[in-house]
């Protein structure tokens, strides 16, 4: 069964720093896509950004991009210019025949 | 576009109960999956749905049910409620159940407290 681990219950940042959250994975397979969900405190989870497996190249949206390591089964996840607005749980997920999800990270942003 | 939207937000049921919770996908989306999330165990997968039918189940007891009408909404049921059933209940919809998609869209959850 594929597991997906994040090590931080808890991260700090200071507003307009950079902050890396990370996330490693078990699997066998070799096509498989990765993402990070962030669900604030109104609950709803919301897609941040999505990683193929078999693209080499570290997928970016805005603020937030990856640096996704295949061979390692690494898949952390850089906000910079952190905002007030990213406090969040932020959940490292992998999907093959359906979606796994690790125990979150809860980020606070120090004003 | 609507999102997914699941009702009731909120239940407060008391033990050894049955439960109904409802979810509708995002219009065209086709697939539904259900997960429970607590504070201890995170995110659990329940099932998914596609066409009516069930794809995949994880590892829960047979009290926990679901079902998916031809219009796409799905429905779980909890039978013989348990104190530990308390939890989020959250839906996602998908295009299709394909790895390839753009993920999930998540509902805002149904918060079932046991009592």
């Known amino acids: 069964a594929q597991t997906v681990t994040q090590s931080q219950p808890e991260m700090s940042v200071q507003e307009a720093e950079t902050v890396t959250l990370s996330c490693t994975y078990d699997?066998?397979?070799?096509?498989?896509?990765l993402f990070w969900y962030k669900q604030p405190p109104s609950r709803q989870m919301i897609l941040v950004i999505r990683?193929?497996?078999?693209?080499?190249q570290n997928a970016t949206e805005n603020r937030f991009s990856v640096n996704f390591q295949k061979a390692a089964k690494s898949f952390s996840l850089k906000i910079s210019d952190s905002q007030l607005g990213d406090a969040a749980m932020y959940f490292c997920a992998y999907r093959s025949d359906d979606m796994r999800f690790g125990a979150g990270t809860r980020l606070t942003v120090k004003p | 576009k609507a999102g997914v939207t699941q009702t009731p937000r909120y239940l407060i049921k008391t033990r050894g109960q049955q439960v109904t919770l409802s979810c509708s996908p995002i219009?065209?989306?086709?697939?539904v999956s259900w997960y429970q999330q607590t504070p201890g165990q995170g995110l659990q997968f329940l099932f998914e749905y596609f066409s009516e039918t069930q794809r995949n189940k994880g590892n829960f007891p047979g009290r926990f049910s679901g079902r998916q009408f031809s219009n796409s909404r799905s429905e779980m049921n909890v039978s013989t409620l348990e104190l530990g059933d308390s939890a989020l209940y959250l839906c996602a919809s998908s295009l299709v159940p394909d790895r390839g998609d753009y993920g999930y869209t998540f509902g805002s959850g149904t918060r079932l407290t046991v009592v």
């Open positions: 699997t066998s397979e070799s096509d498989y896509y």
């Open positions: 990683q193929e497996a078999y693209k080499q």
């Open positions: 219009s065209g989306h086709r697939s």
